[in-house]
T-cell receptor, first 115, second 114 residues
């Protein structure tokens, strides 16, 4: 069965600083990988996804992520954080098992942005 | 706005009761998913329907059931509610069954069991 680990529960960065959120996955085949963001009281919004091809994926809001098969990682990065980026970020792996395609989520990383 | 709608937004009920959560997928999407988000369990997949048929089951309790109707909306029924069922319940939808497809999430229904 697949699993996702987000080692950092909380991260605080200063506005304008760079950001990297870590994600490690476990899955037997080629994974489909996703990053979602959840703002307070909101649903989940897709930032980006990877399923094949170029291992550096660009997403919305200036985010990017790099798939590294050798490290089983899919870390999310942003060069300059804005106060509006404060939210909870979830990494997920998608799989097609038993004719379904459920998402397995990591525990999430809560990002706080200092002015 | 993802295009996925969920009603109600909030629900407060008592232990032992039964509730129904409703989800309308994005126009054209055939797959509907239900997820539960709680403080102790995180975000967990419950169940998936595709064009009216159950396709995958996750950590869904026997007290919970779901269905997808011919107009593709879905309902999640929670019965014999316990305090631990208090959570945020998300519905998501996607076009089909491919694992690479984006799942679009609704705003969720927050359930509080007292």
């Amino acid at each position: 069965a697949q699993s996702v680990t987000q080692p950092d529960i909380h991260i605080t960065v200063s506005e304008g600083a760079s950001l990297e959120l870590r994600c490690n996955y476990s899955y037997g085949a080629t994974p489909y990988l996703f990053w979602y963001v959840q703002s307070p009281g909101q649903g989940l919004q897709l930032l980006l996804k990877y399923f094949s091809g170029d291992t550096l994926v660009q997403g919305i809001k200036g985010f990017e992520a790099e798939f590294k098969r050798s490290q089983s990682s899919f870390n999310l990065r942003k060069p300059s954080v804005h106060w509006s980026d404060a939210a909870e970020y979830f990494c997920a792996v998608g799989a097609t098992e038993n004719a379904g395609n459920m998402l397995t989520f990591g525990g999430g990383t809560r990002l706080m942005v200092k002015p | 706005d993802s295009g996925v709608t969920q009603t109600p937004k909030h629900l407060i009920t008592a232990t032992g009761q039964r509730v129904t959560l409703r989800c309308s997928p994005r126009s054209g999407d055939l797959s509907v998913y239900w997820y539960q988000q709680s403080l102790d369990q995180g975000l967990q997949f419950l169940i998936q329907y595709y064009n009216g048929e159950e396709r995958a089951k996750g950590n869904i309790l026997e007290r919970f059931s779901a269905q997808q109707f011919p107009d593709l909306h879905s309902e999640l029924n929670l019965s014999s509610l316990e305090l631990g069922d208090s959570a945020l319940y998300f519905c998501a939808s996607s076009v089909g069954l491919a694992g690479r497809e984006t799942q679009y999430f609704g705003p969720g229904t927050r359930l509080l069991v007292l």
